[in-house]
């Protein structure tokens, strides 16, 4: 989710040719490279998807996937802003219509996920 340029994409692709890997940004020129870059390494394996997230419980049937990857998102520190990242509920609840029970969210946080206020 938000795979930017889709170097995630096509390296977890690479390394696991039994496996399916699709790409979700909204930004059309990053999926680009991402893209290019599947063709030209001839990967069957791997797709874009060019939508915005919120969306994204239209793009996929329920069940459908088994895990989701979260690589360094926007971290989004402004609270006005908090309804933007990719791990806010709204999109989580929008993930667990098409996760498969006992699938995985990988998460590579940008920041740190918490600051002890203590
Ligand atoms: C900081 S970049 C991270 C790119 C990539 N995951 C990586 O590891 O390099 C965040 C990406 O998420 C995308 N993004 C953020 N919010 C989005 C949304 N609601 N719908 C689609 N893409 C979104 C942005 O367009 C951007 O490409």
Redesign the pocket.
């Given at each position: 989710?938000?795979?930017?340029?889709g170097?995630?994409s096509v390296g977890l692709a690479k390394n696991n040719p039994n496996k399916n890997y699709i790409g979700?940004?909204?930004?059309g020129n990053?999926i680009w490279t991402g893209a290019s870059e599947a063709l030209n390494s001839k990967l069957n394996n791997v797709a874009f998807v060019r939508?915005?997230?919120?969306f994204i419980d239209h793009c996929f049937s329920e069940n459908e996937v088994s895990e989701i990857w979260?690589?360094?998102?926007?971290p989004q520190p402004q609270k006005t802003r908090a309804r933007?990242r990719?791990t806010h509920m709204m999109f989580i609840n929008r993930y667990k219509k098409f996760l498969k029970p006992g699938g995985l969210v990988h998460l590579?946080p940008?920041a740190p996920v918490f600051t002890n206020t203590l």
């Amino acid at each position: 989710m938000g795979c930017g340029k889709g170097e995630y994409s096509v390296g977890l692709a690479k390394n696991n040719p039994n496996k399916n890997y699709i790409g979700v940004d909204i930004k059309g020129n990053r999926i680009w490279t991402g893209a290019s870059e599947a063709l030209n390494s001839k990967l069957n394996n791997v797709a874009f998807v060019r939508t915005r997230i919120d969306f994204i419980d239209h793009c996929f049937s329920e069940n459908e996937v088994s895990e989701i990857w979260i690589t360094f998102p926007d971290p989004q520190p402004q609270k006005t802003r908090a309804r933007k990242r990719l791990t806010h509920m709204m999109f989580i609840n929008r993930y667990k219509k098409f996760l498969k029970p006992g699938g995985l969210v990988h998460l590579k946080p940008t920041a740190p996920v918490f600051t002890n206020t203590l």
